[in-house]
């Protein structure tokens, strides 16, 4: 019998490797779209002036690594500095200022750079109202998985043809030396082969299973069709309505709850037509305000014409976008209020959507991540800060020693299991 046991355990230990590789990759490309979400999106797109430029080609027009790095750390530092093209970029920018981001890490910011270099536009739809930031990422990711696809059979073959060379090989220099060397197997029954192909089917069908288990009820990107086409951009955005004066019970508790007609019928009891720019739908079709507005009225049971109410009341029947699983515990207030977390952080650029979509994955791994890296507004010597954070002495001293600068969400048991999980 050939021993093939160091070839397999070689091809077994480059199968794993691929795997690896292919798990790692994804993690950062996902990563980097998620720091840009987070941290740039409220000002950049990539492919089109917002408050600030356009990233697409950034690093064609910074060559420098090492200033692109330094601008988006701390943008503020770089002009003072006086370099020239930034000086002059923040001048035709009308001085507007960009946020300063010390948090970043230089991984941190390689990871929203690839994202922003391997950054497809969709196909134009001729749609003016639609996202352009939408169908990008499934398709990259689609793109990736095709790619390893291709890469991991390629090598599957190589591994077979060299693990047959091998075979071949040994045998001639077995009947040289005059081994009898048993009958050769056909490839298809060779025990080695069998075996190696049972392990990859259920790594990779593993794999995908996994991943479809663990996508189940998660719905990034959805965004229904809603029974009035209530705009957001229109209201947070042009008309800067505070988002906490239909969703105070953000700051107040565990949700933050759709407010009822009676919220809308605080305004639109006099603004009955619409009379801003036009709205278009993600299809492209043309949204008659004064129409959607009418629904308010139907559904408050009030009659325009008469100016009254008949007290025939319909409730709207919003669609809810955002869900957790029944196992989670999640807490708005405990965010919004204690985290000084803004809604756009976990929300997106709500001001910028005409109907609400959802661009979180509300994944453990997001909140866990998120925990991981947020500093917690840690009370300090001058007694600045969250109060009740002084219970933790430990940190405490471990500041004033200067063996700590700061403290995490998960620093103050922020990973607990039953912190998040009933
Ligand atoms: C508060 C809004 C705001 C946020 C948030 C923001 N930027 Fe900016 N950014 C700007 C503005 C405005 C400019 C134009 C220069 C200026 O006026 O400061 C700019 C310029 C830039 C430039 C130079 C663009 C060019 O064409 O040369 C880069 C690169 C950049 N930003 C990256 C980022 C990254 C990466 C993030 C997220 C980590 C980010 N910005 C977050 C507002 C913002
Ligand atoms: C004038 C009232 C009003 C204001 C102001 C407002 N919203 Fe809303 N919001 C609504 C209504 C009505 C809905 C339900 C319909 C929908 O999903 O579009 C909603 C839905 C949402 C949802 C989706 C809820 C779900 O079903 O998961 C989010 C998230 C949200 N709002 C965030 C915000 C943020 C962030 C702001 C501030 C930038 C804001 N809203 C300002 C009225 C308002
Ligand atoms: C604080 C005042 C205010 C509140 C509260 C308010 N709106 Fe409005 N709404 C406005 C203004 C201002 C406009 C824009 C009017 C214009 O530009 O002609 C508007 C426009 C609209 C329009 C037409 C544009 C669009 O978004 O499609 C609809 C529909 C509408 N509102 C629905 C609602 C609903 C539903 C609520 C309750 C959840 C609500 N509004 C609450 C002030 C308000
Ligand atoms: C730390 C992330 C985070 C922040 C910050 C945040 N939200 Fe949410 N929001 C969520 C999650 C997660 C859900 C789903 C909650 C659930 O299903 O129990 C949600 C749900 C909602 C809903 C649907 C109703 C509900 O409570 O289930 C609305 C409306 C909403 N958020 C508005 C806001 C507004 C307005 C702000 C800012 C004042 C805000 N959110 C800040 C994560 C966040
Ligand atoms: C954008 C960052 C961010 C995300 C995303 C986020 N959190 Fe948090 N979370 C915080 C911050 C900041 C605090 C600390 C608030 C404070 O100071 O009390 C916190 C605190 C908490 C706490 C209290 C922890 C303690 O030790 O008292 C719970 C529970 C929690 N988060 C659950 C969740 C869940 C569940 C999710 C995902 C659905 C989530 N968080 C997503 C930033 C985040
Ligand atoms: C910061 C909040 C947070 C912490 C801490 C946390 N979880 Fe979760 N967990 C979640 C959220 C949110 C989900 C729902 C994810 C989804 O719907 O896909 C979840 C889902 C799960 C699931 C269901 C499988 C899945 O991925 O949907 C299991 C099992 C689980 N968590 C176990 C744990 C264990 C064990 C710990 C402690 C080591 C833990 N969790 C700590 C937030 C948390």
């Known amino acids: ?162 693990l047959q060379v091998n075979a071949n090989l040994k045998r001639l220099s077995d009947e040289k030396e005059g081994i009898p060397s048993g009958e050769p197997v056909p490839f298809y029954r060779n025990k080695t082969y069998i075996t190696l192909i049972t392990l990859l089917l259920f790594v990779v069908g593993g794999f995908f299973v996994v991943k479809g288990a663990i996508g189940l009820g998660r719905q990034i990107e959805y965004q229904p069709e809603q029974p009035i086409f209530y705009s957001h951009k229109v209201h947070a955005g042009t008309n800067q309505i505070n988002c906490l004066y239909c969703h105070g019970s953000a700051w107040e508790g565990k949700h933050a709850t759709i407010p009822s007609v009676n919220v809308c019928m605080n305004c639109h009891l006099t603004i009955n037509e619409y009379t801003g720019a036009p709205i278009h739908k993600e299809d492209g079709t043309e949204v008659d305000g004064t129409a959607e507005i009418q629904k308010i009225y139907a559904a408050a049971g009030y009659d325009p014409k008469a100016k009254s109410y008949t007290g025939k009341t319909k409730p709207v029947e919003w669609v809810k976008i955002h869900s957790l699983p029944d196992h989670v515990f999640f807490s708005h207030a405990q965010h919004v209020r204690a985290g000084k977390v803004q809604c756009q952080t976990c929300h997106g650029e709500i001001t910028a959507m005409h109907e609400v979509k959802q661009v979180s994955e509300l994944s453990m791994g997001w909140c866990v991540n998120c925990h991981r890296e947020t500093k917690v507004d840690f009370n300090n010597d001058k007694g600045e800060g969250n109060k009740f954070y002084s219970i933790y002495e430990k940190y405490h001293h471990e500041i004033k020693a200067g063996t700590r600068d700061s403290v995490t969400v998960a620093d103050i048991g922020g990973l607990e299991c039953q912190k998040c999980h009933y």
Not at 5 to 29: E, Q
Not at 87 to 103: D, E, H, I, R
Not at 108 to 121: H, N, T
Not at 125 to 130: E, I, M, Q, V
Request: aromatic fraction near 8%.
């Open 1 to 162: 019998m050939i021993d093939h046991r160091p070839i397999v355990k070689r091809t077994l230990l480059s199968a794993l490797l691929i795997v690896v590789l292919s798990f790692g990759n994804k993690v950062s490309a996902q990563d980097g779209k998620t720091l840009f979400q987070e941290n740039c999106a409220s000002c950049h797109k990539v492919d089109k002036d917002l408050t600030g430029p356009a990233l697409k080609g950034i690093e064609d027009r910074v060559k420098d690594k090492k200033l692109l790095h330094a601008w988006i750390k701390n943008n503020q530092a770089v002009i003072a500095s006086g370099d020239p093209y930034f000086t002059k970029l923040y001048q035709q920018w009308n001085k507007t200022p960009m946020s300063v981001f010390p948090n970043l890490s230089d991984t941190d910011i390689d990871a929203i750079l690839k994202y922003i270099a391997d950054y497809k536009s969709p196909a134009p739809t001729g749609t003016p109202g639609a996202d352009p930031s939408a169908p990008h990422g499934k398709m990259g990711e689609s793109d990736n998985a095709i790619l390893y696809g291709v890469l991991t059979l390629i090598l599957a073959v190589v591994a077979f043809v060299m």
